[in-house]
């Protein structure tokens, strides 16, 4: 059984920075890309940022320059820097892994339970 277990929600003040962490654990082979998504209420659920193995990067247009997302390969882990956070970046945010897993062998991706993020002041 895999489980993500995501961190570092919270409130925030507009310009300020929060960190997300998302950790995967179980019989992982391999996890090919994460994937950081956000849904604000009312809205659908909108891709923010991902990484792959080979720590290739692309961000959604509304947190280019603000946003960096990282990878441990080693521990299964995955981190989402949050700068000059904006009101409008508040989401519960979700982590995503795209993974193989070894009994029963296969590939599939799995979700974060997800945390809240608030920017307000």
């Known amino acids: 059984q895999v489980q993500l277990v995501e961190s570092g929600g919270g409130l925030v003040q507009p310009g300020g920075s929060l960190r997300l962490s998302c950790a995967a654990s179980?019989?992982?082979?391999?996890?090919?890309?994460w994937t950081w998504y956000r849904q604000a209420p009312g809205k659908q659920r909108e891709a923010v940022a991902s990484?792959?193995?080979?720590?290739?990067?692309s961000y959604g247009d509304s947190v280019k320059d603000r946003f960096t997302i990282s990878s441990d390969n080693a521990k299964n882990a995955v981190n989402l820097q949050m700068n000059n956070l904006k009101p409008e970046d508040t989401a519960v945010y979700y982590c995503?892994?795209?993974?193989?897993?070894?009994?029963?062998?296969?590939?599939?991706?799995?979700w974060g339970q997800g945390t809240q993020v608030t920017v307000s002041s």
């Open positions: 995503n892994a795209d993974l193989y897993i070894t009994s029963p062998a296969g590939r599939s991706d799995y």
């Open positions: 179980g019989n992982i082979f391999r996890i090919y890309a």
């Open positions: 990484i792959t193995w080979l720590r290739s990067t």
